[in-house]
């Protein structure tokens, strides 16, 4: 088993830079794929980006393509979501999720992630 910790939220003007850490404890950090997902009031959670074991391939959801980037250290069992131009539609609370395998088929779909950090809250200010 592996718990998550989200850190690095806040409130930020349009345009700005926010870079989200997740922190893990537990099994090896490693042994786990990890995404971010992030949810706004009344809507659904939405894929974000995810990262394989290695940290070798990356994939992100279009709207945030070119303005997050998501990397990990598994020496410090921390992933990063860098967050670039922001702007008042990526307001949400953000997740990081850990999943074991790497299959990017499925990388998209939270149900394909069984551990789940408690969330931290971004808003972008226009």
């Known amino acids: 088993q592996v718990q998550l910790g989200e850190s690095g939220g806040g409130l930020v003007q349009a345009g700005g830079s926010l870079r989200l850490s997740c922190a893990a404890s537990g099994r090896t950090f490693s042994s786990y794929a990890m995404g971010w997902f992030r949810q706004a009031p009344g809507k659904e959670r939405q894929f974000v980006a995810h990262i394989t074991r290695s940290g070798g391939v990356s994939i992100y959801t279009d709207s945030v393509k070119g303005r997050f980037t998501i990397s990990r250290d598994n020496a410090k069992n921390t992933v990063y979501l860098q967050m670039n131009s922001l702007k008042p539609e990526d307001t949400a609370v953000y997740y990081c999720?850990?999943?074991?395998?790497?299959?990017?088929?499925?990388?998209?779909?939270?149900?394909?992630?069984?551990?789940w950090g408690q969330g931290t809250q971004v808003t972008v200010s226009s």
């Open positions: 999720a850990a999943r074991v395998g790497d299959s990017l088929t499925t990388a998209s779909r939270s149900v394909a992630y069984a551990y």
